[in-house]
């Protein structure tokens, strides 16, 4: 079982201070904690025993045999999963030579942990392997994002810093973002390496960051001259923008 200490320690996670002091996360769910376990060391195993039964092998520093009304206790999630876990956050240092051999991602300022995850997925479906994210942007270990991932963070590493420090040290390096005023990105050409700028969900892409952007993207809507909605969802339009540079590639 799940003693009172430890639920409370579990809860004591969902604060970023916290997970970043104890400098763990907690995942949730058969699909997700089996993608990471291997990838990202275990401190803590809580499962029914159907899981167990299925997963003997797993490995972990704690582990535990629940009930699911124990796990609902623990569980940050609204209809609770047969495991829970606590893995140890990735602190492998930041190499941004990769921006020079394959295509990565930077976001500037995205708020919302659900949009981050989700972006992350993104990432992981089309073969991004890097995310280089502004300091103000969501943290990866918040749970919302870590479900939201639903397991591409076991394969997509993220680095936190400032964007206009590392743009500023890319040389002759495509760095794209997506702008109103941008040139159609289905008319123009596309590189197979280099950096895709998106937005803070509200303001969109800071003026800092915006003048180090040598390739500016256009995703026009569909027919140009209907009225329609203000701007996509930041998610969205990533899963837009990656589908045309990797369609370009194939």
């Known amino acids: 079982m799940i003693s009172k200490n430890k639920i409370k320690y579990i809860h004591s996670l969902e604060l970023k201070k916290n997970r970043k002091q104890e400098n763990v996360f907690v995942a949730e ?13 275990c401190k803590f195993l809580a499962a029914t025993q ?20 124990e796990l609902s206790k623990a569980s940050f999630l609204k209809t609770p999963q047969s495991v829970l876990a606590i ?3 990735d602190n492998s240092p930041t190499d941004i030579s990769v921006i020079q051999q394959s295509l990565c991602l930077a976001l500037d300022d995205v708020q919302d942990p659900g949009n981050l995850g989700t972006i992350i997925r993104l990432a992981d479906w089309f073969g991004i ?28 590493k993220l680095h936190y810093g400032s964007l206009t420090e ?34 803070n969900e509200g303001k969109g892409i800071s003026a800092e960051v915006e003048n180090l952007i040598n390739r500016r993207l256009y995703i026009p809507n569909y027919p140009q001259s209907r009225q329609t909605s203000e701007s996509l969802n930041v998610a969205i339009a990533t899963s837009v923008v990656c589908a045309e540079f990797r369609r370009r590639m194939q």
């Open 87 to 89: 893995f140890e956050q």
């Open 166 to 199: 590392l743009i500023g040290q890319l040389k002759n390096i495509p760095v794209y973002g997506t702008f109103l005023n941008g040139t159609n990105i289905y008319s123009e050409v596309l590189s197979e390496n280099g950096l895709i700028v998106m937005g």
């Open 129 to 156: 392997e890097h995310i280089f994210c502004s300091p103000n942007t969501a943290d990866v270990y918040n749970p919302k994002a870590v479900q939201a991932t639903m397991g591409g963070i076991a394969r997509v």
């Open 50 to 69: 159907e899981w167990w039964t299925e997963h003997p092998h797993a490995e972990a520093d704690e582990k535990c045999i629940v009930t699911q009304e």
């Open 29 to 41: 769910g058969h699909k997700l904690v089996g993608d990471l376990l291997g990838v990202f060391p």
